[in-house]
């Protein structure tokens, strides 16, 4: 045995190491590799791998077989009453909750707006309450401090910046006042509305909206004081038919919550929330479908047309709509594109029933919307080309030419009619009109009344008439 010191300065060459082949555990490891068990070689692992990936493959190609060509894009949701769909459920409620525990109440907005006032200058041109951006920022720190830090987000440079400045860089405190209630409100209504979508895809069905409207009826003071609670069904069902005519343009029986929130029709709907009845006049109540008296209206106009009383019109009974000026090729064309055919009478008769009455008279009274013209443009499509000739519009305007002298009017020429259509449309092919020729000229809506009412033709005719009419009383 060798002390350190000699271990240390003993040369290499005198140190003796075994050769590998003669090592007990290397002659183990190669014999192990070697037989091909356990890990395997390298290349044995390439292999194994790549066994494996192709037994992945043909697995899927055998299932995409069964499902047919397309592969197989839709995840069965989970049923109800399993740990899935209750864990699913769970997580939304709990989302839910917490955005809207991050939203101002009523008593924090009413208490922005003491802090808006208080702190801000008053435009001595205008008399108009105004901040400017230091006073902006110190809003936000007295707010933040009173409420709590969920008004923060209202007060951040960029919505300063969206609103319109003065001279001085000043930013009125009521418009932004207002930005901050909507932006509130819309955010409320989403929570609301994803509370009811019961299989949380964004969309909402009928009976899903009508819960949300009904929902919503004892919040709007409009609706609240005069509804009798046995109307309550007919009124949301009615309600509830608009935000699909605007919201649900392919009639897939589903309307997107997005959309829905961004459409006139949810403001519409909110204008209801006015308390004084001074407020409202009789006429702004008739025109807004979601008022008390238009769902009246239209039951009683249903009522009215329904003379069998079976639940639905027939042709003959839609005739005496707004007094019988429709013309008989419209109302033959609203039934051949927009009604079903009946399952008695051998399947041959067509009636039209309460949703489809709602269809017709919302396209009537928004025909200038691009919906509206929509349904309108099906049934003056006469030979559902996708555009309109002068053969089209001489055909269709005869019917009205025919009303037109049956009223007592005077004569006139259906191709100078025909010439000025053209003339207001303006169509990119001189020789044909399409949908998105109306759309574009801002008054497809008027062209549409000339060519399917009496009555919206002898308007057009008389525009300047009833123009001059409705500014003498502004004047006095």
């Known amino acids: 045995m060798y002390s350190d010191g000699e271990t240390h300065d003993a040369p290499q060459s005198q140190r003796k190491i075994p050769p590998a082949s003669s090592m007990l555990w290397v002659r183990n490891l190669r014999r192990f590799i070697g037989s091909g068990a356990g890990l395997g070689s390298e290349a044995l692992m390439e292999l194994e791998t790549k066994r494996i990936l192709l ?23 989970p049923e109800e009453g399993s740990i899935s769909h209750r864990v699913q459920r769970l997580a939304k409620y709990r989302f839910l909750k917490k955005q809207s525990d991050l939203l101002l109440n009523a008593d ?3 208490a922005m707006w003491v802090c808006l006032r208080e702190n801000c200058v008053i435009d001595d041109a205008t008399g108009a309450e105004k901040m400017n951006y230091e006073d902006f920022c110190h809003i936000a720190s007295v707010c933040t401090e009173q409420i709590g830090p969920k008004c923060r987000r209202f007060f951040s440079p960029s919505n300063f910046m969206k609103f319109e400045k003065d001279e001085q860089g000043r930013i009125a405190i009521l418009p932004f ?14 929570i609301d509305m994803s509370e009811l979508d019961e ?13 949300y409207i009904r929902g919503l009826i004892p919040n709007l003071a409009q609706l609240r004081r005069e509804m009798a609670a046995g109307f309550v069904p007919m009124y949301c069902r009615i309600a509830t038919h608009k935000f699909f005519f605007f919201c649900d343009p392919h009639r897939r029986g589903k309307a997107c919550i997005k959309k829905v929130l961004l459409s006139n029709c949810l403001q519409e709907l909110m204008e209801l929330h006015q308390e004084s009845e001074e407020e409202v006049t009789d006429t702004e109540q008739a025109e807004n479908w979601f008022s008390l008296t238009s769902a009246q209206r239209i039951c009683d106009m ?3 047309l329904d003379k069998d009383s079976n639940g639905s019109l027939s042709k003959q009974e839609l005739r005496e709509y707004a007094d019988g000026t429709l013309t008989e090729i419209f109302i033959e064309r609203v039934y051949d594109e927009h009604i079903r055919r009946g399952k008695s009478g051998g399947g041959n008769v067509r009636e039209m029933d309460f949703d489809s009455f709602l269809d017709f008279v919302l396209a009537l009274e928004n025909k200038d919307t691009p919906e509206g013209l929509t349904y309108l443009f099906r049934c003056l499509d006469l030979q559902g080309r996708g555009y309109l000739t002068t053969a089209d519009i001489h055909s269709l305007f005869r019917d009205v030419h025919h009303k037109w002298i049956e009223g007592g009017n005077y004569e006139l020429c259906i191709e100078d009619v025909r010439d000025e259509i053209w ?19 801002k008054q497809g809506g008027t062209v549409a009344s000339m060519l399917i009412d009496v009555r919206g033709f002898w308007a057009h005719d008389n525009r300047e008439n009833l123009l001059q009419e409705e500014e003498e009383p502004e004047e006095e």
């Open 55 to 77: 037994d992945i493959f043909k697995e899927k190609q055998k299932k995409s077989a069964e499902a047919g060509t397309i592969p197989s894009f839709y995840k069965k949701k």
């Open 108 to 110: 924090d907005l009413d």
């Open 177 to 190: 006042y207002l930005y901050v209630m909507r932006t509130v409100s819309l955010t409320q209504a989403r």
């Open 199 to 211: 299989d949380s895809d964004g969309f909402l069905q009928p009976h899903e909206m009508e819960a």
């Open 302 to 304: 249903f009522l009215a």
């Open 423 to 441: 003339d207001m449309v303006k169509p990119g092919d001189p020789l044909k009109i399409t949908l998105a020729d109306l759309l574009g000229c």
